[in-house]
Nanobody
Framework: QVQLVQSAGGSVQAGGSLTLSCAVS????????AGWFRRATGKERQFVAA????????VYADSVKGRFTIARDNAENAVLLQMSSLNPDDTAVYYC????????????????????WGQGTQVTVSA
């Protein structure tokens, strides 16, 4: 069993930065994968980024590549999403997610690849 507890989100102006945190507790294995997804109003939940726990290999959606960074916080046993150069299109509820099994390139980007989810946190970017 894995528990994911997300930090609060926030509101920023376009061009600003924000870091989200997701504390991970419970059993993890070398195959553990943590990811971030987001859902904008009226849209499907979409993949943002993921990290493989054993290799720190990262994967990003094209829309955030170069602006967002996913990373482990080993001291806090958490997964971070560092967001910069934010724009209004990044406004959404952000969810962290976790899988106890290794995911291939397709599943790592799919909601069905993840068994555990955080509670979601709102990020609002104003123009």
């Amino acid at each position: 069993q894995v528990q994911l507890v997300q930090s609060a989100g926030g509101s920023v102006q376009a061009g600003g930065s924000l870091t989200l945190s997701c504390a991970v507790s419970g059993r993890t294995f070398s195959s553990f994968v943590a990811g971030w997804f987001r859902r904008a109003t009226g849209k499907e939940r979409q993949f943002v980024a993921a990290i493989r726990w054993d290799t720190n290999y990262t994967v990003y959606a094209d829309s955030v590549k170069g602006r967002f960074t996913i990373a482990r916080d080993n001291a806090e046993n958490a997964v971070l999403l560092q967001m910069s150069s934010l724009n209004p299109d990044d406004t959404a509820v952000y969810y962290c997610a976790a899988s106890l099994v290794r995911l291939n390139e397709a599943l790592v980007r799919a909601t069905r690849g993840y068994n555990y989810w955080g509670q979601g946190t709102q990020v609002t970017v104003s123009a």
